[in-house]
């Protein structure tokens, strides 16, 4: 089992940046990609951007030069820089952890809030 626990989100400004974090804990030797969801009221969870144990990263287009995920795997840590907020960045962000192997198991944390005002 992997517990994931997000921390960082909060109110801000457009333009303005955060930083979330989630720290893994338990089974994290089975992890292999980590990365950050957002689901926004009324919409579909979707995906924002994932990093692998090997340090490939991937973004979602709309995040693209925005946003900059990064992960610690000495703390089992992963990071999401966001920069130049928008208010329809506004959602709750979740972490995920994705297991190796041939089939994938995901791991999800609570929810980290994030409000960008304008």
């Known amino acids: 089992q992997v517990q994931l626990v997000e921390s960082g989100g909060g109110l801000v400004q457009a333009g303005e940046s955060l930083r979330l974090s989630c720290a893994a804990s338990?089974?994290?030797?089975?992890?292999?990609?980590m990365g950050w969801y957002r689901q926004a009221p009324g919409m579909q969870r979707e995906f924002v951007a994932t990093v692998t144990s090997g340090g490939s990263t991937d973004y979602a287009d709309s995040m693209k030069g925005r946003f900059t995920i990064s992960r610690d795997s000495a703390k089992s840590t992963v990071y999401l820089q966001m920069n130049s907020l928008k208010p329809e960045d506004t959602a709750v962000y979740y972490c995920?952890?994705?297991?190796?192997?041939?089939?994938?198991?995901?791991?999800w944390g609570q929810g980290t809030q994030v409000t960008v005002s304008s």
């Open positions: 995920n952890a994705g297991t190796a192997g041939k089939y994938r198991y995901d791991y």
């Open positions: 338990g089974s994290v030797s089975i992890i292999n990609t």
